[in-house]
């Protein structure tokens, strides 16, 4: 929970990792280029009091990671997305499994999501059931660049994928974040494309699409679509540390979001440990568009509270305190802003 | 023109920026008509397909120059260096580079580009409009007055295809369609939208290259 200026929010910190980094889980130089890339992301956006070695980037400690979300961090509850990128790291670089022991010590702290790639075909699919069962999944985090052998990448319109959003859906595995990284097949389509999302949306409205960085760096193609689906939300790991380093361009996006979809779709998140939430918390609650911004709409306290926690809560059935909660919000998404010519 | 100027004719086909001014151009010499280019990019996952164009139109343009008889291009520090490099110098195309990880070759993708960047500039160009009271809408591209915006708007028609004819409507979509008035504040929204995507990559990838080469500064501060 933040306080400032007599307002409290209620915070859920949507997209949080519990990786090991370390050189000694690089399986090869494609665990290295990983990591580094990370890390520049971290150097790049990061407020330089916020700026960590690359040895403390690497792999954080629990105490570490329960002191920067919860007792410097004001949040409230933070999801555990899986990146499990077992090609490039031994043990995989933060799998269900690794989050969900962290999650089981401190159950009111965590939700922890699972994964499933719909390559591993009907074992996959009975993998995913046991691992909805064990963790008692309510979500999970989808990476569509992922590398298995020979495969670089997938798309969710793929017929497999389809297969296990049907499982999901069987198991009450409603909320499905999807990132999108460089590499897909074929190679020569464009890998960050979010026309997926649309197909995927339209076939089940039961559930909900999360599509991380806010489809990054496709912002308009992802606004486009969550514009005529209502079931696609965005998330704002990546988006949010630009409120630092260029927050003329961190006006536009939310100003952009906040016309396309609604302040209903939009979720906050650190991508912890690539960056931390204090930091991020306290300058959303004091972030303004500029004035000369005249095209959109001033950020209220209300929009602040629904994106930094009870839009998140809603999606998962967080319990939040009646007194941090906000108008009742309509069950599910509502309408979009502007009206799309089919 | 200059071995500089050549590789200055190369975009990056995403942020529709050329790379000497993105800083992607590490060194570049020419000796005895051999020249040799290196590049570097943001990231070492930054996508191979665009990665690979802009290497491939590299090695095309820098040929190209009559004072060059032969090219070594090589992008460094990226996940694929070695198969693009190879491709490039071979000759193989894209999917010839990624057998059976590409099934065509990036023509699609560059017109894909191509198409937002032509948006972005209409959205630039409408806010010049705009700034100066007048409505875009039903207005013939000849009735535009000269500006920056309108010449980086005529470069992008002509990429695509694109109508350039003064009676032609300014309006038109990526697909050379006019917009009609009802749909154009949206459509021009859009057009906002597609340039704020563009700019804001645009602006991270520099970022991330000063990130990971220091050095890169200057040749970014010449652009």
Redesign the interface.
Known sequence: MYEKDGQRYFVVDSHVHYWDGRPSNQANRYGEGFINCFYDYHRNLSPESELWSLQDFWQQSEERVLHDLFEVGYVDKAIFQPTYLTDFFVDGFNTTEQDGALAEKYPDRFIVNGSFDPRDGEAGLDRLEALAQRWNLRGVKLYTAEWKGDSKGWKLSDPWSYRYLERCQELGIRNIHVHKGPTIYPLNRDAFDVADVDDVASAFPGLRFIVEHVGLPRLEDFCWIATQEPNVYGGLAVALPFIHSRPRYFAQIIGELLYWLDENRITFASDYAIWTPRWLVERFVDFQIPEDMTEYPPLTTEVKKKILGLNAARLYDIEVPPELDAAPAPDGAVGSSPKVPA | MSLREALGTVLDP?LDQPITELGFVSSATLADGHAEVRLRLP???????FAYLMVADAHDAVLALPSVSSVDVRLEDH?AAEEINAGVAGGAG??GS?P???????D??RT?FRR?AYLASLDRLAARLAAAGVDPVGLPLGAVPESPELTSLLRRRAELGLTRAPASPLLLDDHGVPIDAA?AP?RL??A???R??I???A??CR??L???YPEAVMSDLSS
């Open positions: 995403e990231t070492y996952f930054c996508a191979p397909n996940f894209f999917a990624f059976g990880e590409a099934t065509e070759e990036l699609a993708l894909t937002k749909e949206l929204r859009f906002r939208a597609v704020v995507s700019d804001g990559n602006g991270l970022g991330l000063r990130t990971r």
